[in-house]
């Protein structure tokens, strides 16, 4: 595991579009979102120790802001033939065992990962009613605690999502969103042999 920020994509770029299956077979596009409050997209993979540190959390942050009528979706872009815990099988069981009410999509050419510049899992990046980014980074200060090699307790250290609810609820109620924004940290996406992007520098 190669532990990767965030690239902290300019705030204000436009959301790149995007269309993709979930697993229910269903492919979901940027345009489906048009009507949104706020646009959340999530790349996340299922095997990753930090994921699974915040994984309840996206869960309850999905029930919550959903029904305020913002829009979330996760991304699974790692390549699933080094990791076939992250396949596209994997994560349908992924998304029922976590109780996920959002969709979770398959990024197979990983060219969704490498048009948002996503670096790592979790990696967040939330967009305003107009499709105009307003957030990137941290979903909160808490990480894993790492035990040994390959053994992490999230016991310890829980989440909270404080940093990402606070700019979701900042883009309901009309309010700016602060420009000082920590990086998301986490285990780098999977390339494909031969497809890291040019930002990646693992």
Known sequence: MALTPSTMLPLGSPAPGFSLPDTDGNTISLEDFKDAKALLVMFICNHCPFVIHVADELARL????????????????????????????????????????????????????????????????????DHKLVYRGQLDDSRPTRISSGNYDSTQNPCDGADLRWALDAVLSSQPVSADQRPSMGCNIKWKPGNAPDYFGG
């Open 62 to 129: 999905g029930r919550d802001y959903q029904d305020k009528g913002v829009a979330v979706i996760a991304i699974g872009s790692n390549d699933v033939e080094t990791y076939p815990a992250d396949s596209p099988e994997k994560m349908k069981e992924e998304k029922i065992l976590r109780g996920y009410t959002f969709p979770y999509l398959y990024d197979a050419t990983q060219s969704v990962a490498k048009a948002y510049t996503a670096a790592c899992t979790p990696d967040f990046f939330l967009f305003d009613a």
